[in-house]
């Protein structure tokens, strides 16, 4: 590992001038300061339109991303072919992880925008031999149809669409049991380190097992899902250099902040990156034998998304496990409100079917848990939103 960060470096000085001022002063990996999206951000302004994070000319980059704006200003980011090539390697990771093998079709059920997304995905699915099935520009229902008429054995998309997809089969009278796909790829969102909402997505697809991923536009494929142990993540260390720290000092942490050096994305890298998601590391080596950093159930939170309602810390993934977990809802959204300088919030939920009795069962599911009363409401029937990438549900009002 210490010979890839000298390579790194001994690339990126005095060529990448974002880095070589970081770096100027730096002897020792622990002089090396925290890179945060803040200062990309902020470097991008100052250097438009792609800032000074690019180590080569820009006749060297082949391929534009772009983050998608959901905590702050949407970052550029290119890539060289090197560094492209780097990021499909990882990828092939995540599907041999989770038992992809040559053969096997694979459905990509995103909206091929801007985003890195599942793009590296859909190349790495090409080197591995397998069929890689677009379904951009289609509704559900021809996803649906797609998946079924190629008999697509893996399914790539966020876990929100997953249960789109699912209960959208159900309206449409298709019955997926009859559907070949076996394994579902989910990324963009903590879902599929959650136990509810595996449960929810594995009970809508039978047959079906759902592999969680991780990964940043910014910072490229990280995680591949453990094959022995469920809910659990583990970073594919010969391509990162994984810490983690409490989020106020800095300090190593078991439980706290992930930070991330890429050290094969040479044409845009990123140092001792602070990515913002908060995981618990696990025990290592783990069952499935590799010593590649384990996070136990994926991404727990992120540092900007938790809430305090009335001295209580809250966090999406929280509220999501226990939604997941009342038998009967399609969609849900959480208001933030701010009164007298206090948090307030309440829970909109769409039932998926005539039940009077949803929202007080699941008002006390969340006191049980929480200990706080939380105001549930029922949406009509097709009034909520539903997210194709990564979901918006909570709404500050």
């Known amino acids: 590992m210490k010979a890839q960060i000298e390579a790194l470096f001994e690339a990126i000085r005095g060529r990448n001038p974002f880095y070589t001022r970081k770096l100027e002063n730096v002897r020792e990996w622990a002089d ?11 470097d991008q ?20 991303s772009q983050t998608n704006g959901t905590t702050g200003t949407p970052l550029r980011w290119l890539d060289t072919p090197e560094s492209w090539d780097w990021m499909v390697g990882n990828w092939t990771k995540v599907f041999q992880a989770a038992g992809v093998r040559p053969g096997d079709r694979i459905f990509f059920a995103f909206s091929f925008g801007p985003f890195l997304g599942f793009w590296v995905a859909f190349d790495a699915a090409g080197r591995m031999g397998c069929l890689a099935i677009p379904g951009g520009g289609m509704r559900s229902s021809a996803r649906l149809r797609a998946i079924l008429d190629n008999e697509a054995g893996v399914l790539c998309c966020t ?43 594995e009970s809508l697809w039978p ?16 995680s591949y899902a453990c094959p ?13 250099v994984a810490e983690v720290i409490d989020p106020a ?43 590649d950093m384990a996070l136990e159930s994926g991404i727990l939170a992120r540092t900007d998304d938790m809430v305090v309602i009335r001295g209580v810390n809250l966090y999406p993934s929280a509220i999501e496990d226990l939604v997941r977990a009342c038998d009967g809802i399609s969609e849900y959204r959480v208001e ?20 009077p009795g949803l929202a007080h069962r699941l008002e006390s599911s969340l006191r049980d848990a929480l200990g706080l009363r939380i105001p ?11 997210f194709e990438m990564k979901a918006a549900r909570w709404i500050r009002i």
Do not use: W
């Open 159 to 201: 876990p929100t669409y997953a249960l789109h997809l699912g209960e959208a089969a159900i309206e449409e009278k298709i019955d997926l049991s009859k559907s070949k796909v076996r394994r579902i790829i989910v990324a963009g969102e903590p879902g599929g380190s959650i136990k509810n909402t595996q449960a929810r997505i």
């Open 249 to 291: 000092t800095g300090a190593a942490a078991d439980r706290g902040e992930l930070v991330l050096t890429n050290l094969g994305r040479i044409g845009s890298p990123l140092i001792r990156y602070r990515t913002g998601d908060i995981v618990q590391r696990g025990e290592s080596p783990c069952a499935c034998g590799t010593r």
């Open 32 to 42: 090396v300061p925290f890179t945060t999206k803040r200062e990309l951000s902020e």
């Open 376 to 386: 549930v409401s029922i949406a009509a029937a097709g009034s909520l939103p539903r």
């Open 336 to 355: 933030i409100r701010v009164e007298r300088s206090l948090s307030e919030l309440s829970i909109q939920v769409e039932p998926s079917r005539d039940d």
């Open 228 to 240: 022995k142990r469920e809910r659990v993540l583990h970073v594919i260390e010969s391509s990162y």
């Open 45 to 64: 302004q100052a250097h438009p339109p792609y800032g000074s994070n690019l180590t080569f000319p820009i006749e060297r980059y082949t391929r534009f």
């Open 207 to 222: 047959g079906a097992r759902v592999f969680d991923h991780h990964g940043m536009t910014e910072v490229g494929p990280v």
